[in-house]
């Protein structure tokens, strides 16, 4: 039954079923029109740019490719074994909260590609508060390297065709061409997890301090300038480019036009064009110097979908689809100069070749191990590497339960959480998985930890949620939280994240080499939800590393909506009575309608019949373009509950808006005024200032929001919009986030049909290949061995 008087004749009862439709592809990509989410950890789509949202991203560099060129960017979609191609089809979709550092959370290209460059506005000495966190974030990970140098049996990597690197690559022809490749090419065992040094490391700030941002030249930018306009490049272009390069930049891209991949909306067949205009005949497809940059592109668009490697005959297929004529060579070469890097992954045991009898087998030398190739970036090997290292170092820990422990847990409120409590009381790494009512089950253990005079911290996604919580984000730039020793790690005991499927592997290293050597970290979330919007799935990877205690949660969500949202968790779709209308379906023929009646539910069917304010319903749809996307509703609602003429860059006193200061982060807040100094928010009852030249890119109306934004925050009522282009967007994960994400009410305004109980039963997440699930098994197994 809807609570709208005017649906109740059409929304009686969930047009719903468990029927799946059997036709419908079972992992459909995003239709660009619907410029939908990115689900999957999730990485199912494409990442869109910065600035490419609402058309501030730059248009085509160049003209389409000619005869004899690369050609157009064609779509890829092989999964590869563990995950998709990188270069798959180029639709504007979604990543939670602004994985770009844009204002809506999008990394995919601009659907349409035509909208111009927006030139980018000159730098100031002065930080703002994404610099600046992004500045501390990059020196806690200079000193996670640093650490990492220390450590026992370094890997070389990034040579010349010699030594180790010679080996890497042979091993790479060696397995794709079906030969037992040699012992030496396998990377070094994991050494167990060491003890803590006796002496102390030199003292280090307490906590990260702000760099002065690198802003370029003048000179530097007016030579990118002259480049770029031989090439027939937009001019707008000129300021990113010479601060992505350096000073040297108009020498880089005279060199090599391809390194103008280096800007996020750059795409490969724009940059073909720009080379063209600068090299002439010189400028083919299998240039070297081409396909060195466009394997790094590859891999960073991989990052972008969740992947943290791919392996190596994904790539080769990627490089193939864009015009590369020998992926192979272009791969290896890569390898050779040191912008990738080369693992290889054992699968299983060792297995005995055909010819060798059972003696033989038994004969580790003699047996044959096989592997997987997997090839990625620097940056996030490095990431998985060094939180791969900690959390051993933390599950190594072991500790005495003391009396006050078991106290603590007979007293607990409930069963699961005196099993947590118990569990954390001799364990220093546990996991614990759970709904939202799980949710009070770590905020119990910390209570309990606090009373037995721990020093103890309870972090979270996002704000809100009790004064005794703090953000990741600020926990890790030190503006909340315990701060840090000494020795720049966390003065606390023990560590309680929650949301922990939010964790990107970069922000998951950073906080665990954070975590002292004696002290608990506790990772808790729901394996259901949307996973991070950066690079890994460092939560499910740690659940099926198997190496630490894990806590699964018995207490189900209440009432229609927790049966509800449990059912969708595994895989059903299912009816539920819903006597106090906690659930109400609203069908809809298209997206004007649906748009209509999601206005209505908002301004006065929710208000009327549960006393729920308009300010406190959240509209979640699938992604942000479209006719019923973010965009399309947000002026509808602002229009019907906010009505203005937007004189402050779009936007006006009263309006609702999320903020997103740096990626993956989407903090709701509400305009309160304007001025020279920039745009003044409320957010969480403390007030804030986006200057004016970060609005755009940093701000966007808040009624409306993808489930990907709305990760880790509930709200009284929920509306969720389900317009029939957004059809093969759904997926399981984000039905069960978005419907997961009300308290007390939830109503679907439903025009998908049967694309819903379909995505639903059908489709999954989409996988992410990503390593710290073989290191962490590979650590645990060397510090089980003897010696």
Known sequence: MSTDPQADTAAAENPATPEAEPSAAAEAEA??????????????????????????????????????????EPPVSGRGGEGESPAGPETE???????????????????????????EAPATPALSEAQAELAAQRIERERIARRKAEREAPVAAGAKLSGKAADLLAAVRAVEGGAKPSSVYFDDAPAAPRKAPVAPPAPRPAAPAAVAASVPSADTVEGVRAVLARGGAPEALAGPAAAALGEDAAGQLTEN????????????????????????????????????????????????????????????????????PDPAEALELAIAEGSVLVFHEPLGPP??????????????????????????????AMAEESLADGLARLAAGTFDASEDWERAAGSAPSPSASELIRAVAGHGLVTHTGGEAARAEPVALAAAARELGLRVCLAAHAPGGGPDRVTVAELLSGAEGPGRDTDGQFALDLLVVLDAPQLDVETAAALVESVPDGARLVLCGDPGVLGSAGAGRVFADVLAARTCPQLVSRTPDPGPLGELVSGVGIGELNQVDAPGKEVVIVPVKDAGEAVHRAVQLVAESVPRAFGIPADSVQVITPGHGGSAGTRALNAALKERLNPGPGRFGGFDPGDRVVHVPSAGRALPARVVSADAEGLHLERAGARIVVAKELVESQVRHGWAVTAHQAVGTR?????????????????????????GRGERHLSVVHGVDQALPHAVAE??????????????????TAGAQPG
């Not at 047996?367 to 970036?377: I, K, N, S």
């Not at 389900?722 to 399981?732: E, F, I, M, T, V």
């Open 31 to 72: 239709d660009p029109a619907a410029d939908t989410d990115r689900t999957g950890p999730d990485g199912s789509g494409t990442a869109e740019p910065a600035g490419a949202e609402d058309g501030a991203g730059p248009a085509a560099v160049h003209g389409e490719a000619g005869e004899g060129g690369p050609g157009a």
């Open 93 to 119: 979709t979604e990543t939670s909260s602004g994985a770009d550092g844009g204002a809506d959370a999008d990394a995919g290209a601009d659907p349409e590609g035509t909208a111009e460059p927006a030139a």
């Open 257 to 324: 036009p391809w390194r103008l991949l280096s800007l996020p909306a750059v795409r490969p067949t724009q940059a073909d064009g720009f080379a063209r205009a600068l090299l002439g005949a010189e400028a083919g497809p299998g240039d070297e110097r081409r396909t060195t940059v466009l394997v790094g592109w590859l891999l960073t668009q991989a990052g972008l979908k969740g992947h943290t490697a791919l392996e190596a005959p994904v790539l080769e297929k990627a490089l193939a689809q864009y015009g590369v």
């Open 351 to 380: 297995v005995a070749g055909p010819s060798e009898n059972a003696a033989d087998a038994e004969d580790a030398e003699d047996a044959e191990q096989p592997v997987r190739v997997l090839v990625g970036l620097e940056g996030a």
């Open 715 to 739: 709200w009284p009522a929920v509306v969720v919009v389900l317009p029939g282009d957004a059809a093969q967007a759904l997926s399981r994960d984000w039905v069960y986030t978005a419907f």
């Open 763 to 780: 489709v999954p997440a989409k996988p992410r290949t990503t390593r710290l699930t073989g290191l962490l098994t590979a650590l645990a």
